[in-house]
Structures are given as C-alpha cells and as structure tokens.
C-alpha cells in the first residue's frame, strides 16, 4: 500500500509538472515539496533495481544527489528536472538489461 | 486496482518524456558544435567529417547524407537509435538513452545533412 | 546417511581434480577456437603472440613510438620496488613466496584459477592480499600502488610463459563462473550502450578518434601496465587489469564495480582464457 501511495504521488506531481513547463517560480514547487521528494525517491528506487541486475549507468546517482541539494533552495524546478532524468536513465538501465540478456559473441 | 496503476505509471513516463530535454538544452551552442563536440555528438570519435579534426575510422564517413538518405527522417531514426537497424550496433543510441536533447539531434540532423 | 556418503565422495572427486590437472572444459576450449580464429582470420599476417602488442600491432608508427619507449621503460624503478616488496619478509618472517608454488617466473601463470573447494575464481592480486592477511599484515591497495609494483614484478618475471587458464571439465560451478565473465565480455552497458566486444572484437584497428582500439585478444598478457594518462593522474602510472576494467566502464557511462568482487574478476577469468596459449610479455607502456 505504501508503495502504490508512493508511485500515486509520484505521478501526480509529475503530471502535474508536465502541463506547466515554464522553468518559472512557482509557489507550490519549493524545497520542501513532496513532489520533488516523491521524484528523489522514485528515482532512487529505480536505479537501486538497475543496479541490482549490474547494469547501473554512471551518472544517475550523480544526477539524483544534485536533485536533492537542488531542492534545498526554494524555487527548484530544475531539481524535479534532475530526479526525473535520473529515473529515466534507471528505466533504460533496466531496460538495457533485459535486452542484453543473451548477450554473446556474433562469431 | 492495478489497472490504474498501470496506466498512472504509462503516464508518468510519458510526464518524463516531456521534462527530460529542458535540462540540458539550456546552453546554446551552434550546430557544429553539438556535432564535434567532445561533451555532446562527439561525432567525429568515429566519424570522418568534412571540416573537423582528428576524426575516428569506426563508422562511415559522413558524405553525400542526402544521397545516403533521401528522407532526412531516416537519418534523424538513426541516430536517435541505430539498435533498431541492427542490435549489435557500436553506435550508441543518442535519443534513446538521452545522450543528446531531441533539440541537439535535430541539430546534427540538420549539419550532416549539409555535408 | 546416504547422502552423507554421496557428499563425502563428491567431496573426493572435486578434492582429486584439484590435484590432478584438470582438463579444459569442451565448451570453453571450443569458445577459445573460435575467438582465436577470429582474430586469425581478421588479421591473417599477425602471429598470435603479435596481438599481445595491442594497439600498437595494428599501426606502424604506433609500435616504433612504443619500441623506442621500452628501450627505456619509465617504470623500472617500480618494477624494482616490487621486487624488494616481494622478497621482503612479513613480521613474522615469512615471505610472500611462501604463499606460493614455484619459482617466481612460474606464479604469474598460475592466475586467475579456480578453487573448487571456495567456489570462485582467484586473481594474483586476490592472493597478494590473501597472502598479507594469512601472515598477520594488513590488505594493501588494489589497484594500483604498492599491490601493481609486486604483481608488475611477477608478470615481468614470467616473461616467456604461457597463459594455460583451465576451466575444469565437469565443474559446473566454473563453467558458471566463466559463463558470467563471458556475457559480461558480451554485454552492452551504460548510457553509451557498449560491449567490451564492440570495440574490442568489432572494430579492432580502427581509430576512436586518434587512439587505435585494442583487439581484445592478448590484452591480458602485459598488466600491471603503466599507462600515460595514469602518470599524469594521482598515483605513479600503474595500474592493475581491474583498475583499467573500471576506467572503461566509466567511459561507456556506465558505473564501474568494485574490483575484486565476483564481476570483474569473472571477467578476468573470461578475459584470460581467450588468450590461453600466448606468451606473458612482461609489464609494458601504455599511452
């Protein structure tokens, strides 16, 4: 139940961002926001399963530590922009380990 | 239930999708310099290119592109993910994997289609 | 009870395959035909041990640049260190030969191995450390430093000899092990989506930019190597083969693993044995 509360708010804050694309000031969207932390987190968990199938990419955790400093100052649209390219790279991450899943030689 | 957490997630992604390219896209660099450069295309690792230095033998020199690919969308497909054409590709998939904007692929697009 | 005397006998079995030689798995030996004969085939003019020349056996100037920089290698003095380090002795008074079997220019060879009895495969550096805390002294550092001086050491010592990596016939455990250092050879990672065999096997001589790509084969028989780019980062240009795995992992983007866990040293397993039957060329330059 945690977990689905967790993705619902995750989505939720995302579509929401997602219909107002303006790197602008917005009130809601300031450090202490449960947006940018639901994108911390759920970025953070998806690259926790890349990691777990060895196929982790180099910069995702780089890109999730500056998320979160990034939204320790008040008006940090970029910082929901960095938790979301990191979930992305976890995505394909994980998606790059299925698809390697028979790797072999062409020999 | 699941149904709609499913098509929550199928949302999410897309959300993703449309958030991704604002980040880098930020600074403005030329055509060229998305293509040469070392910290963007970095084309010419493998790539010869009409006007740049030092360039790398893995791939096909970049010439006659137009004649090469009469549509420019196949060209843009290829970079933006040359697995689908053969999965055992060196070419790293740009669009696919976020290596360059969708904004930066159409500016390689648009320089080695002049070449 | 039953059981008990099926597990004791097994015991046995694994314990005689350790003592006798054991023979090369068929799979593996049928993996490294036709690795071999790929390079063979590609570069028909190349002897086998040519390719222990890297990058530099595929370009002319590339390899008179490289003679002219062994005649006077930078990293004698290392090599010389190593060689004190090697045979000076522990607290105890023990040496780190005592750890070993052979004379010093046959340990080199010996490695990577597996050990039925642990389950995993065994690097040199491995035993270094093993060697270290078996005698009551502290680990030293992987990959570079004092641990690369002693390894270049053994590898420089073991010029001339030939790479004979088993993976024993009938020990599935091995076969696993090589198995996974193979499709990790095998497999594209990190955001760039590359293999080691897409530039080590696929585009062998080509330029990535002005640097010439490596065939993959022979790339075992020189590390330690002492590397340029590594002489002008911290530390004194040497660097183990695990220290260069993680460098080109970080390079396709992906996250290098810790060395001396089960990934890389699998690998390394992997790694070796496709070039069983070549000479070790001793520690050299790389750029």
């Given amino acids: 139940m945690k977990k689905i509360l967790l993705i619902t708010t995750a989505v939720f804050s995302l579509s929401t961002y997602s219909a107002d694309l303006l790197p602008s000031c917005h009130n809601w969207n300031d450090g202490s926001s449960d947006t940018v932390k639901a994108a911390i987190a759920a970025a953070t968990a998806e690259n926790k399963k890349a990691a777990k199938v060895g196929f982790e990419w180099r910069d995702t955790v ?3 530590k500056k998320a979160t400093k990034l939204s320790a100052t008040p008006c940090n649209s970029s910082a929901l922009t960095m938790a979301n390219m990191a979930k992305a790279q976890a995505l394909d991450a994980q998606k790059q380990a299925k698809d390697q899943a028979n790797a072999g030689p062409s020999f | 239930m699941k149904k709609i957490i499913s098509s929550i997630s199928a949302v999410s992604a897309l959300a993703a999708l449309f958030v991704m390219p604002l980040e880098a896209g930020a600074k403005e660099m030329t055509d060229e310099e998305v293509t040469f450069g070392r910290k963007a295309g970095n084309c010419l690792a493998c790539h010869m290119i009409p006007g740049g230095n030092l360039p790398g033998t893995i791939g096909p020199p970049l010439l006659a592109m137009k004649a ?6 196949d060209l843009r497909a290829q970079i933006w993910d040359a697995t689908v054409k053969n999965p055992h590709t060196i070419m790293p998939p740009f669009g696919k994997h976020g290596i360059l904007t969708e904004g930066q692929i159409d500016q390689v697009v648009n320089y080695i289609y002049s070449k | 009870m039953k059981k008990n005397i099926t597990i004791i006998a097994l015991a046995a079995l694994l314990g005689s395959s350790v003592a ?9 030996q049928a993996d490294i035909d036709a690795f071999q004969n790929h390079f063979k085939a590609k570069f028909p003019e190349m002897d086998l041990d040519d390719f222990s020349k890297g990058p530099y056996s595929m370009n002319e100037d590339k390899l008179m640049q490289f003679e002219n920089i062994m005649e006077m290698p930078p990293f004698e003095d290392s090599l010389d260190k190593g060689e004190q380090l090697w045979n000076t002795a522990f607290k105890n008074g023990k040496t780190y030969s005592s750890c070993f079997n052979g004379p010093v220019e046959k340990i080199r060879t010996q490695f990577p191995r597996w050990n039925a009895e642990a389950g995993k495969v065994e690097n040199l550096e491995a035993m270094i450390n093993k060697c270290r805390t078996d005698n009551g002294e502290k680990k030293i550092g992987w990959k570079k430093g004092k641990m690369a001086f002693i390894s270049a050491y053994l590898t ?4 001339g000899e030939e790479i004979n990596v088993i993976v024993p016939e009938g020990d599935e455990k091995a076969l696993a092990a090589y198995n996974k250092g193979k499709k990790f050879f095998y497999s594209k ?4 989506n590359l293999s080691c065999a897409n530039c080590h096997i696929d585009s062998v001589g080509k330029k990535i930019r002005g640097d010439i790509l490596s065939p993959a ?3 075992i028989t020189h590390f330690p190597v002492w590397r340029g780019k590594w002489m002008r980062k911290k530390g004194n240009g040497f660097g183990t083969i695990q220290r260069r795995y993680g460098g ?3 390079q396709v983007r992906a996250k290098p693993f810790k060395v001396h866990k089960d990934e890389y040293t699998n690998l390394e397993f992997f790694h070796t044995v496709m070039s069983n039957g070549m000479e070790i060329s001793g520690t050299e330059y790389r750029q």
Wanted: with cysteine; proline share 3%.
């Fill in chain 3, 156 to 159: 420089t010592a073991a010029t």
């Fill in chain 3, 217 to 219: 084969l022979g790339q």
């Fill in chain 2, 68 to 73: 090469r690919f009469p549509n420019k969308a």
């Fill in chain 3, 20 to 28: 006798i030689a054991a023979q090369q798995s068929a799979q593996v």
């Fill in chain 1, 62 to 64: 780089k890109f999730i």
């Fill in chain 3, 248 to 250: 080109c992992n970080k």
């Fill in chain 3, 189 to 192: 990672r990190g955001q760039l």
